[in-house]
Structure formats: C-alpha cells, structure tokens
C-alpha cells in the first residue's frame, strides 16, 4: 500500500492479501506540540518533547484487532465523481477514498435507488449531483439524519438536487455564486 503523511508517521497493517487492514499513526500524534518548561525551574530555552506514540499505536492496533471501521458512504447515480477514479486532474474521489481507507475508514458507494443505507453507517457524503435524487432517495436521507446520522454534502448550485427542501429542515440553503 502507498501512502504520504504529511508531517510522516508510521503504516501499521494487519493481515493479508485484499484481508489487509492498514492504519496511519502520524507523527503529530505520536510527539504532540514541544512543552516550554517554566523558567523557574531553571530550564531556561530548553525543550522538552513528550512521546505518545505508545498510546496512539496501541490505540490503533486495538482498532484493528477489534476490526471496527466506521463506514463511510458516497452517493452514486447523480454523475457524482468517482471514488475508484485517482487520477490527481480528475474530478475523482479516489484520492479521498484511499486517504479515508488508509486511516480505518470502511470506504464504499451507495445507490439509493436500489440500496437502503447500512444499519451501521458512520457518514454518508453527497458530493456534486448532477441529476436530481428521486423522492424515495430524500426520503431514505432524510430518516437517516433523523436517526442523527452524520450527512455531509459538497453541492453546487447550478444543478437543482430535490435535495433543498432537506437542507432548509437544517437552516441551510444553497445561494447564488
């Protein structure tokens, strides 16, 4: 697997095959900020920095063990981009997806029309529609924010979504520009 944390970090994985399971830790997690030590303990311009990394790798060998990944949902059948497309100049969302995977996330898409959304979903993100949802596709979104679900839309609002009527229950409204 490739992967580039910005700031570095250390790759862990667990198993096999298309059965492994990958987590990042970052550095930034690992050595949190440098601590000033006070002056008047005569550590004048000295640093301290504090290693937590054992916490965050046992943490995430934890994670892993337990084989408990949030699931994470695209919309598809609107000509949203692509989560399998990683062309860099694309409007693919491969990239995010393997950026997701690469930190635990359960990455997949989900057709409304002909899927109900999983039991156990941890985010469901619409991005760019380019056709409108059908009724029973808002219906299905709707309920699941109802439930609190976590929803995350990217929208334009140059194409009309029937999803409006939806974001106004939650005091948003796309405007013009």
Same mark, same amino acid.
């Given at each position: 697997?490739?992967?580039?944390?910005?700031? /570095?970090?250390?790759?862990?994985? #667990?198993?096999?095959?298309?059965?492994?399971? +990958?987590? @990042?830790?970052?550095?930034? =997690?690992?050595?949190?900020?440098?601590?000033?030590?006070?002056?008047?303990?005569?550590?004048?311009?000295?640093?301290?920095?504090?290693?937590?990394?054992?916490?965050?790798?046992?943490?995430?060998?934890?994670?892993?063990?337990?084989?408990?990944?949030?699931?994470?949902?695209?919309?598809?059948?609107?000509?949203?981009?692509?989560?399998?497309?990683?062309?860099?100049?694309?409007?693919?969302? /491969?990239?995010?997806?393997?950026? #997701?995977?690469?930190?635990?996330?359960?990455? +997949?898409? @989900?057709?409304?029309?002909? =899927?109900?959304?999983?039991?156990?979903?941890?985010?469901?993100?619409?991005?760019?529609?380019?056709?409108?949802?059908?009724?029973?596709?808002?219906?299905?979104?709707?309920?699941?924010?109802?439930?609190?679900?976590?929803?995350?839309?990217?929208?334009?609002?140059?194409?009309?979504?029937?999803?409006?009527?939806?974001?106004?229950?939650?005091?948003?409204?796309?405007?013009?520009?």
């Amino acid at each position: 697997m490739w992967y580039r944390a910005q700031g /570095g970090g250390v790759l862990i994985e #667990l198993g096999e095959g298309d059965q492994v399971q +990958s987590r @990042v830790v970052r550095n930034r =997690d690992m050595f949190p900020s440098p601590i000033i030590p006070s002056r008047s303990r005569g550590r004048e311009g000295r640093f301290e920095s504090v290693f937590a990394g054992e916490d965050a790798i046992t943490s995430a060998l934890i994670h892993m063990r337990e084989a408990k990944q949030t699931k994470v949902a695209f919309t598809t059948g609107h000509g949203e981009p692509s989560i399998n497309d990683v062309n860099p100049r694309s409007d693919g969302l /491969g990239i995010w997806k393997a950026r #997701l995977s690469s930190v635990g996330y359960d990455v +997949s898409e @989900v057709d409304l029309v002909k =899927d109900d959304l999983p039991a156990d979903l941890g985010l469901l993100v619409v991005v760019e529609p380019k056709s409108p949802f059908k009724p029973a596709e808002v219906t299905k979104i709707r309920a699941y924010g109802d439930r609190r679900g976590p929803l995350l839309f990217l929208l334009g609002n140059s194409v009309k979504t029937e999803l409006e009527d939806l974001l106004r229950t939650y005091h948003l409204e796309l405007g013009q520009g």
